[in-house]
């Protein structure tokens, strides 16, 4: 409280949207200022009323920088800083769930304000990862390209690798309407308008609506702002999960936007750039970030699916390259579907087989490497080459297993797409065929439909 009484004036200069401030020294040589206050910036009498919330990103012996969320438009070097004494804090009550906030977290849809509900700091530590729970349950998607074939581990952190225009956010969309988790917070950064509006209407249709919380920075707000939507979205998941014991999946979009915020912030800094120009410290920063995902031993878990997009679909990109040394997989999104080659879950072994079906582990491999005859019969189709009789039934297998299975659009339980692939291979292919167990194969491969021969192909 005493820090609000003092008034720094001596600005030293603005530069985008960050503003150096002079804070004198204790007699010891310490600042009274921490990294991660906050701090509100009131221009001079003569300017009109005008007041800025900002926030401590570098402390240099009495030189202090600040963050200032809305921009320093209307600041100038005669305004009075005053600190707040704490760091930034999100709303945390359950009556947050249904709401929509933006990036500095006040609510940004038609409700009431929640201004007398408590809050939390946003800016607390990781979990020791040795303190950890083991993954061991599945989170269910209901698209068949993840639960059969990369499934979603409860508190694993995964990204989807994508490029700008591919349907990444109704993907994420599709999740999170489908998926059995507790509850579902949002993540959207650098948004423009009319996905906000599509994600906030995807969940109020699938009726998920009230068991989701939204924390949204879109294009025409401040960048900075965009720094704290992950760290408010991964604060409330993590009250969610420790507190209330809840399964909570985590869903941030574009992950790209916020690497690109933390540039734009670097160069205002005059930081020393990176690789193409991005900080150095980007790893920890995303890092720092990811492992927020856990599973809490006697309470519930945080379980992280991102987007990443890749400028140029160039993987080596810095954002996409430094995300998949800390996350575990990822999947690809390429010309609308998922691709099943590039898509990789390191923790789906601990769910398959021992959660699920007996014959998803079966299944999962018999239907990649059938896949993956049938590109090579396709190309050999593309090059005139004569096919054999094998080869056209690798190719309608082919067509019906993009067609039933690789739409992102495609929702179906995890039975019954195994169920399904069972059906598919029964289509084109005989049983010495799928080189799969016999028990599994007299257990559930479908006797009434024929293997095809060449006439009917």
Same mark, same amino acid.
């Given at each position: 409280?005493?820090?609000?009484?003092?008034?720094?004036?001596?600005?030293?200069?603005?530069?985008?949207?960050?503003?150096?401030?002079?804070?004198?020294?204790?007699?010891?040589?310490?600042?009274?200022?921490?990294?991660?206050?906050?701090?509100?910036?009131?221009?001079?009498?003569?300017?009109?009323?005008?007041?800025?919330? %900002?926030?401590?990103?570098?402390?240099?012996?009495?030189?202090?920088?600040?963050?200032?969320?809305?921009?320093?438009?209307?600041?100038?070097?005669?305004?009075?800083?005053?600190?707040?004494?704490?760091?930034?804090?999100?709303?945390?009550?359950?009556?947050?769930?249904?709401?929509?906030?933006?990036?500095?977290?006040?609510?940004?849809?038609?409700?009431?304000?929640?201004?007398?509900?408590?809050?939390?700091?946003?800016?607390?530590?990781?979990?020791?990862?040795?303190?950890?729970?083991?993954?061991?349950?599945?989170?269910?998607?209901?698209?068949?390209?993840?639960?059969?074939?990369?499934?979603?581990?409860?508190?694993?952190?995964?990204?989807?690798?994508?490029?700008?225009?591919?349907?990444?956010?109704?993907?994420?969309?599709?999740?999170?309407?489908?998926?059995?988790?507790?509850?579902?917070?949002?993540?959207?950064?650098?948004?423009?308008?009319?996905?906000?509006?599509?994600?906030?209407?995807?969940?109020?249709? /699938?009726?998920?609506?009230?068991?989701?919380?939204?924390?949204?920075?879109?294009?025409?707000?401040?960048?900075?702002? /965009?720094?704290?939507?992950?760290?408010? %979205?991964?604060?409330?998941?993590?009250?969610?999960?420790?507190?209330?014991?809840?399964?909570?999946?985590?869903?941030?979009?574009?992950?790209?936007?916020? /690497?690109?915020?933390?540039?734009?912030?670097?160069?205002?800094?005059?930081?020393?750039?990176s690789n193409r120009g991005y900080i150095g410290d980007l790893y920890s920063q995303l890092a720092r970030r990811y492992e927020k995902a856990?599973?809490?031993?006697?309470?519930?878990?945080?379980?992280?699916?991102?987007?990443?997009?890749?400028?140029?679909?160039?993987?080596?990109?810095?954002?996409?390259?430094?995300?998949?040394?800390?996350?575990?997989?990822?999947?690809?999104?390429?010309?609308?579907?998922?691709d099943p080659f590039g898509s990789l879950s390191r923790l789906k072994q601990h769910v398959i087989g021992k959660v699920t079906r007996e014959?998803?582990?079966?299944?999962?491999?018999?239907?990649?490497?059938?896949?993956?005859?049938?590109?090579?019969?396709?190309?050999?189709? %593309?090059?005139?080459?004569? *096919?054999?009789?094998?080869?056209?039934?690798?190719?309608?297998?082919?067509? *019906?297993?993009?067609?039933?299975?690789?739409?992102?659009?495609?929702?179906?339980?995890?039975?019954?797409?195994?169920?399904?692939?069972?059906?598919?291979?029964?289509?084109?292919?005989?049983?010495?065929?799928?080189?799969?167990?016999?028990?599994?194969?007299?257990?559930?491969?479908?006797?009434?439909?024929?293997?095809?021969?060449?006439?009917?192909?």
């Amino acid at each position: 409280m005493t820090q609000l009484l003092v008034r720094y004036s001596r600005i030293l200069e603005i530069v985008g949207d960050i503003v150096k401030v002079h804070v004198p020294l204790s007699d010891e040589g310490i600042s009274p200022i921490c990294f991660g206050d906050l701090a509100l910036i009131e221009n001079d009498e003569n300017r009109g009323q005008h007041t800025s919330l %900002a926030q401590v990103i570098l402390l240099d012996r009495d030189e202090v920088s600040l963050q200032v969320f809305s921009g320093t438009k209307g600041l100038s070097t005669h305004s009075v800083v005053r600190f707040l004494g704490r760091s930034m804090e999100v709303t945390f009550s359950p009556n947050i769930l249904g709401r929509a906030f933006s990036g500095t977290g006040r609510t940004i849809d038609t409700g009431p304000a929640l201004t007398e509900e408590p809050k939390i700091e946003i800016d607390g530590p990781t979990v020791n990862p040795a303190r950890r729970v083991l993954a061991s349950h599945m989170i269910r998607t209901d698209v068949p390209m993840i639960d059969v074939f990369n499934c979603l581990v409860e508190s694993q952190k995964i990204p989807i690798f994508s490029v700008a225009g591919e349907p990444y956010n109704q993907l994420l969309a599709q999740i999170g309407t489908h998926a059995d988790a507790d509850i579902v917070v949002f993540g959207g950064i650098g948004l423009i308008f009319d996905d906000y509006y599509y994600f906030r209407q995807a969940f109020e249709e /699938a009726g998920v609506h009230a068991r989701t919380v939204m924390f949204v920075h879109q294009g025409s707000d401040p960048t900075v702002e /965009a720094l704290l939507v992950p760290d408010m %979205a991964l604060a409330v998941a993590e009250r969610f999960a420790v507190e209330e014991g809840k399964r909570v999946l985590v869903l941030l979009t574009d992950m790209t936007a916020y /690497a690109d915020a933390l540039k734009e912030v670097g160069i205002s800094m005059e930081h020393v750039p990176s690789n193409r120009g991005y900080i150095g410290d980007l790893y920890s920063q995303l890092a720092r970030r990811y492992e927020k995902a856990c599973d809490y031993k006697g309470a519930g878990s945080v379980t992280i699916l991102s987007v990443t997009t890749m400028p140029g679909d160039d993987v080596t990109h810095p954002v996409p390259d430094n995300t998949g040394y800390i996350t575990e997989g990822q999947l690809y999104l390429h010309n609308g579907v998922i691709d099943p080659f590039g898509s990789l879950s390191r923790l789906k072994q601990h769910v398959i087989g021992k959660v699920t079906r007996e014959d998803h582990s079966q299944i999962m491999n018999t239907m990649v490497r059938f896949y993956a005859e049938a590109k090579d019969a396709a190309q050999k189709q %593309a090059m005139s080459f004569e *096919l054999s009789e094998y080869d056209e039934r690798l190719l309608k297998f082919g067509d *019906l297993f993009r067609e039933r299975f690789m739409g992102i659009d495609v929702t179906l339980p995890l039975e019954d797409a195994l169920d399904l692939s069972w059906a598919t291979l029964a289509e084109c292919f005989h049983d010495h065929e799928l080189l799969m167990k016999q028990v599994l194969i007299d257990k559930y491969l479908p006797k009434t439909a024929p293997v095809p021969n060449r006439e009917t192909l």
